[in-house]
T-cell receptor, first 115, second 120 residues
Framework: GQQVMQIPQYQHVQEGEDFTTYCNSS?????IQWYKQRPGGHPVFLIQ?????EVKKQKRLTFQFGEAKKNSSLHITATQTTDVGTYFC???????????????FGQGTILTVHP | EPEVTQTPSHQVTQMGQEVILRCVPI?????FYWYRQILGQKVEFLVS????????KSEIFDDQFSVERPDGSNFTLKIRSTKLEDSAMYFC??????????????????FGPGTRLLVL
């Protein structure tokens, strides 16, 4: 079935190192979204990418959407302990990818940052 | 800032019992969702709801599940006869709709803090 794959599953970094997580969809996406979930918390929306090849930045976070709109990445420069959590990509797979429909989440990448 | 609220935060129940999880979506939102997350796993879609009816549901959302908007503010998920495998965190989410958005753009879904359900 249609799915969103995310790697790596875990990433341990020293504070100050960079971090990247990658997301791949089995089908073309109308958009890709990224969420962060702190330990014990709920998913919090970070950003949405819509255009092919789009790149967006939020301070130390850089988000990319692939040219074919089937993959995406999140890169964090110089990680801090506040970056700890699970990062999920999500997309509107299935049923034509309606604007108000379900999100299909990737498995998430658990980031731990050692001070 | 407005937020989605959920009650209870934790629920422990015996297998076979009925549970009702409650959510208060953000007040001007029109689309409501339930997701679940089994411990250590990804977030999974259960159901979406708009205009007082289900607009989409997943394979997980079988006849044991139902949703309701009993009044203008609450949105509930009922599990009729709980099973051990229903143990999970259940998240409610809501989104609104702005006119003139590009079709490819999806309105942000705002998640509540979740209800942790434990079925014994």
């Amino acid at each position: 079935g249609q799915q969103v794959m995310q790697i790596p599953q875990y990433q341990h970094v020293q504070e100050g190192e960079d971090f990247t997580t990658y997301c791949n969809s089995s089908t073309t996406l109308s958009n890709i979204q990224w969420y962060k979930q702190r330990p014990g918390g709920h998913p919090v929306f970070l950003i949405q990418l819509v255009k092919s090849g789009e790149v967006k930045k939020q301070k130390r976070l850089t988000f990319q959407f692939g040219e074919a709109k089937k993959n995406s990445s999140l890169h964090i420069t110089a990680t801090q302990t506040t970056d700890v959590g699970t990062y999920f990509c999500a997309g509107p797979l299935g049923a034509g990818g309606t604007s108000y429909g379900k999100l299909t989440f990737g498995q998430g990448t658990i980031l731990t940052v050692h001070p | 800032e407005p937020e989605v609220t959920q009650t209870p935060s934790h629920q422990v129940t015996q297998m076979g019992q009925e549970v009702i999880l409650r959510c208060v979506p953000i007040s001007n939102h029109l689309y409501f969702y339930w997701y679940r997350q089994i411990l250590g796993q990804k977030v999974e879609f259960l159901v979406s709801f708009y205009n007082n009816e289900i607009s989409e549901k997943s394979e997980i959302f079988d006849d044991q599940f139902s949703v309701e908007r009993p009044d203008g503010s609450n949105f509930t998920l009922k599990i009729r006869s709980t099973k051990l495998e229903d143990s999970a965190m259940y998240f409610c989410a809501s989104s609104y709709r702005l006119r003139g958005r590009p079709v490819a753009f999806q309105e942000t879904q705002y998640f509540g803090p979740g209800t942790r359900l434990l079925v014994l």
